[in-house]
């Protein structure tokens, strides 16, 4: 049984580094997040996911941690954070941290003992090759950094040693381990361990990092991976009934069949998701030379491409799959969709099953930079810029003077922030407000009610769904389309033109509509 809270959870993504810094050191902190949680609820999210915070040299923005159990200082104390955990809770909303399993920081404690050349605890920790110069078996590896006679597996950056959960396909028995032997098992309890630390002391859960990586030569079924999540998973949920899990998996039938109450549809290049908002070649200097996303007025995109990868009744009864605005490895979806073309693509995120998750500045469209890297971000630095709250210095983001803030704020005249938004019943910041209060106040368009395709035909585009008895309908194009009725409906709620006119629907160009029965 997943958490009670997770019916109606509406997420919202905190990026802490550019949310809001409260002293004025140009990076943003606990407090800060503090400060704005009642503009989080204003917004009608009752539930964030924040971005790893604890100790680490922040080569990969902190997703290589030192010690899982210490935070960051530049976010400031552990009773800040659990100071944070107490007053969301206050407001009703819940908190979840990233947990990232996979791999550390190469400079983790752990990852030390375990290069030393004499074995030790930590030795099969990670995972070592039998010398330093027979090569990963097919994975990426460093050699030729440490006294121990092996290189190690690595599970994204340099920096991130992989964690040794241990082998399914096992080609070299000299170093690669089953997954129930010493080590992978003794991996298994430290995150169980850590997870506990965080729930105790107030977390609301975890996003999981990877999740679907941790055992190697686990291809397809991912059966070994799942078993681990089993295990760990499980005894979470047995001691925490209340904790949520949410995974970077991209499979829910695999991830939700493990034990995670949610997972992730991706941003993968030419995925279902992808073909909504981000399908687009960019040059070498980054110009967009095509886009065939569905919401792109001018793309001949229909739905069948999201769709091919929705198999909703292949999990719909196993969990939750979350769709997002984006997150801090996208680019932000007015790098490529206009403000008309982002509201259409957010109506229907807000309005299909599973908790939905904005990034934070999408709700009033932050803009997508060209920067250079911070913290190993690369192109996704741009994604990760300050928190644009109102037109004092810096955007209302911080007191410190420009050259120290942690990114650059958006120098444009015209930058979007909260405090302009909140002025305009017009706003995108409205407009996402308005969807999310009607998400929360309709039972059929809560994340566990039912979905259906209703018209979805190739080489349309028109996309038409059920949410329980609700009808949703979207023409993201230039055409004005028409769709049979199957019974008498009432608008409630508009975006664009549409009419009913008899048993017929005419959604004009760029046009949303929910419908209920008419009574
Ligand atoms: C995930 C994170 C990403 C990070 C990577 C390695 O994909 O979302 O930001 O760089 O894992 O931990
Ligand atoms: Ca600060």
């Not at 908190?95 to 030393?116: Q, Y």
């Not at 984006?326 to 932000?332: A, L, M, S, W």
Request: charged share 25%; glycine share 8%.
């Amino acid at each position: 049984m997943a958490a009670s809270w997770l019916k109606d959870a509406v997420f919202y993504e905190i990026y802490p580094q550019s949310f809001r810094d409260t002293n004025g050191d140009g990076i943003g902190d606990f407090n800060g997040i503090i400060e704005k949680l009642p503009y989080i609820k204003s917004l009608g999210c009752n539930a964030v996911w924040m971005n790893p915070c604890y100790d680490s040299p922040f080569r990969d923005a902190g997703y290589d941690i030192r010690d899982h159990k210490k935070v960051a200082q530049r976010y400031g104390t552990e009773e800040d954070l659990v100071r944070l955990f107490e007053e969301a809770h206050k407001l009703g909303i819940r908190i979840l941290l990233d947990l990232v399993p996979g791999h550390t920081s190469e400079t983790h404690p752990w990852f030390l003992e375990s290069a030393r050349e004499e074995e030790n605890q930590f030795s099969d920790r990670y995972i070592w090759t039998a010398n330093a110069f027979c090569g990963g078996d097919g994975m990426p590896f460093i050699g030729g950094e440490h006294p121990r006679d092996a290189a190690y597996i690595i599970n994204f950056f340099k920096c991130q040693p992989a964690l040794n959960y241990g082998y399914r396909d096992i080609h070299d028995p000299s170093w690669q381990q089953p997954i129930d032997a010493p080590g992978p098992l003794a991996n298994r309890e430290a995150m169980k361990d850590i997870m506990r630390y965080w729930l105790d002391r107030g977390c609301d859960g975890f996003r999981v990092d990877m999740a679907d990586s941790l055992v190697k030569n686990d291809h397809g079924t991912k059966s070994a991976t799942m078993e681990v999540w089993k295990d760990i998973a499980g005894a979470i949920h047995a001691e925490y009934p209340e904790a949520a899990l949410v995974s970077e998996w991209n499979n829910p039938e695999q991830a939700l069949g493990c034990g995670f109450d949610m997972d992730f549809m991706l941003d993968w290049g030419g995925n279902g998701y992808n073909r909504l908002m981000r399908f687009y070649q960019l040059d070498k200097k980054g110009n967009i030379l095509s886009d065939n996303s569905y919401f792109k007025l001018e793309s001949d995109a229909d739905i069948t491409g999201f769709l091919r990868d929705y198999p909703y009744d292949a999990w719909k009864d196993l969990g939750q799959r979350c769709m997002i605005t984006g997150n801090h490895d996208t680019k932000r979806a007015s790098f490529n969709l206009n403000d008309r073309e982002r509201r259409l693509a957010y109506a229907m995120i807000l309005t299909m099953p599973g908790a939905p998750y904005i990034y934070y500045g999408d709700e009033i469209g932050m803009r997508y930079r060209w920067l250079p890297t911070k913290e190993g971000g690369y192109h996704r630095t741009g994604s990760r810029t300050p928190m644009q709250w109102d037109n004092s210095k810096n955007l209302g983001f911080s007191g410190a003077e420009e050259e120290k803030l942690y990114l650059p704020v958006d120098p444009a005249a015209d930058a979007p922030t909260v405090a302009a938004q909140e002025a305009d019943p017009d706003s995108m910041l409205n407009f996402v407000r308005g969807l999310i209060a009607l998400r929360r106040s309709r039972e059929d368009l809560s994340n566990c009610s039912p979905f259906a395709v209703y018209s979805a035909e190739a080489g349309s585009r028109l996309f038409a769904y059920k949410r329980g008895r609700l009808l949703v309908a979207v023409n993201p194009g230039r055409e004005a389309l028409t769709l049979e009725l199957d019974g008498a409906y009432a608008p409630v709620y508009t975006l664009g033109h549409s009419r009913i006119r008899g048993n017929t629907l005419v959604l004009d160009s760029q046009s949303f509509t929910i419908l209920s029965p008419a009574e």
